[in-house]
T-cell receptor, first 116, second 113 residues
Framework: GAVVSQHPSRVICKSGTSVKIECRSL??????MFWYRQFPKQSLMLMAT?????????EQGVEKDKFLINHASLTLSTLTVTSAHPEDSSFYIC????????????FGDGTRLSIL | AQSVTQPDIHITVSEGASLELRCNYS??????LFWYVQSPGQGLQLLLK??????LVQGIKGFEAEFKRSQSSFNLRKPSVHWSDAAEYFC???????????FGKGTKLSVKP
């Protein structure tokens, strides 16, 4: 089956640090990648949708200057949390989908971000 | 507005018992429907999907789901639950212009011995 690798799995860092999370599709070309945030015991909240080679589309209320997304290739998208603060602590999950609209999303294992 | 609803927040079943997790959707047209499972601290794994055709869909790990248009439902079933099935289950609807998904709030499944 399709495999999506997300790295790192866990990050603990000081307030003010910028953190980069990578999402890679290992065995298929992901024209679209999605970034989600999940709060404890809650569902996934879509943050942004990125298509390879173009700017990401952010959901309402998500700061694009805070959460920088780059989707430079068909197998890699990155999310950078800039100048992270404790309120940014969360579980971040990426997913990837191939070209067709009706293809399912395949999820990475998530990144637990803790800002001290 | 499009929405996916999972009415049950938490369900507990005995090992070996049957399971049904409910999912209702509200879409203008028939959406693409998915069930995902999430173990603690992990990402989501696709169990099964429905796009069109046969309304009874078979998935991995012995799960199946039935699409019922008249009830706007896509309930997940398993005839005999194993302790390893304890996890969070998410129903999702797709079909947006970029393939984005709308998730239900999830149902936590606990399995008692």
């Amino acid at each position: 089956g399709a495999v999506v690798s997300q790295h790192p799995s866990r990050v603990i860092c000081k307030s003010g640090t910028s953190v980069k999370i990578e999402c890679r599709s290992l065995d298929f070309q992901a024209t679209t990648m999605f970034w989600y945030r999940q709060f404890p015991k809650q569902s996934l909240m879509l943050m942004a949708t990125s298509n390879e080679g173009s700017k990401a589309t952010y959901e309402q209320g998500v700061e694009k200057d805070k959460f920088l997304i780059n989707h430079a290739s068909l197998t890699l998208s990155t999310l950078t949390v800039t100048s992270a603060h404790p309120e940014d602590s969360s579980f971040y999950i990426c997913s990837a989908s191939s070209a067709s609209r009706n293809q399912p999303q395949h999820f990475g294992d998530g990144t637990r971000l803790s800002i001290l | 507005a499009q929405s996916v609803t999972q009415p049950d927040i938490h369900i507990t079943v005995s090992e070996g018992a049957s399971l049904e997790l409910r999912c209702n959707y509200s879409y203008g047209a028939t959406p693409y429907l998915f069930w995902y499972v999430q173990s603690p601290g992990q990402g989501l794994q696709l169990l099964l999907k429905y796009f069109s055709g046969d309304t009874l869909v078979q998935g991995i790990k012995g799960f199946e789901a039935e699409f019922k248009r008249s009830q706007s439902s896509f309930n997940l079933r398993k005839p005999s639950v194993h302790w390893s099935d304890a996890a969070e289950y998410f129903c999702a609807g797709g079909g947006g212009s970029q393939g984005n998904l709308i998730f239900g709030k999830g149902t936590k499944l606990s399995v008692k011995p």
